[in-house]
């Protein structure tokens, strides 16, 4: 798994999310653990001897990727094994992200999907292949369009893509459908409710590395501190609008997406409300900004006689 915006966008009282998955037995494996626990993230690796945990080596030149070469093999993943341990973590749990990368890991997603049901969890799949009907029954879904496209065939425009994306909904029994677009933002899908299509935010783009796992690690944080879906998606639009901006895999903040929020308010500048103040103040201390108070002071001339109400006559 690659999703690490997740623990960094939670606030520190939060607790961290469990991960479940597949590596080697080596040291590429105890440098992810060693990473993960220091995100305070607790790591449940099923470790496989004799099989390389995946490496993806970037070479870089002056701040830019010249290409990447990743170092892999399948996994002979312990499919039951694996389902035990994230049935045994639902308890308590508010949402299951699957996040899918087609190298073995995850074998058996519609026992993960149905064990997550039984229990009201929502379930969000990052999907990968070209069969999406193992994400049957998933609460969301969020395929890039080329990955879209690759299931239900090219959309000459966005009525086309809304129109396959509802028979795939429908097909598929989904709660739910978000297209990724690139720079041309991204479109969430509700059965029975209009399209909503959401412009790119990004202001900049750096390195499209990750864009994606912040979409649903940014999804799942906000469904699980009660956001509704809609807001929820406008929040991961503006994450993803940030990652993009930066080099090569990385997450982003609590702070940062607050800034970004008040940006997108306009609540930056001028008047603000006793509420936008506090957080404006938090965002600062955040960044190790300085907080200077400034209070403008004047004083009115003394009236002359003649600017006095009743000026020139005599009380009587």
Known sequence: ?????????LPPSAPRPPWVGVTGDDEAADSLANSLRGAGVRALFQRIAHQPTIVKLRVMSRHQQLLRIDFEEPFATDALALSGQVDALLEGIK??????????ALKN?????????????PVL????????????GASLITPNLSEFEAIVGGCADEHDLVSKGAALMADL??????????EHGMTLLRPGHPAMHLPARAREVFDVTGAGDTVISTLAASIAAGE????????????????????????????????????????????LSIEQLL????????HNESIVFYQWLFRHPPRRPCDLPGAGSRPR
């Not at 999907?113 to 969890?121: E, G, S, T, V």
């Not at 029994?173 to 690139?182: E, K, N, S, W």
């Not at 503006?238 to 008040?262: D, F, H, N, W, Y």
């Open 228 to 271: 509704e879906l809609p807001h929820a998606v406008a929040l991961a639009n503006l994450a993803a609008g940030i990652v993009v901006g930066k080099l090569g895999t990385a997450a982003i903040s609590a702070p940062e997406l607050r800034r970004a929020i008040q940006r997108s308010e306009g609540s930056e500048r001028g008047v």
């Open 1 to 9: 798994m690659a999703l690490p915006t997740l623990p960094s966008i």
């Open 173 to 182: 029994d989904l709660g739910a459908l978000l297209v990724t677009r690139g």
């Open 95 to 104: 949402v299951l992200v699957l996040s899918d990368y087609g190298k073995g």
């Open 279 to 286: 957080l404006a103040i938090d965002d600062a201390r955040a």
């Open 109 to 121: 997603h519609q026992e993960l999907i149905q064990a997550a049901k039984a229990r009201n969890i």
């Open 125 to 136: 799949a990052d999907p990968k292949g070209k069969d999406f009907s193992i994400y049957r």
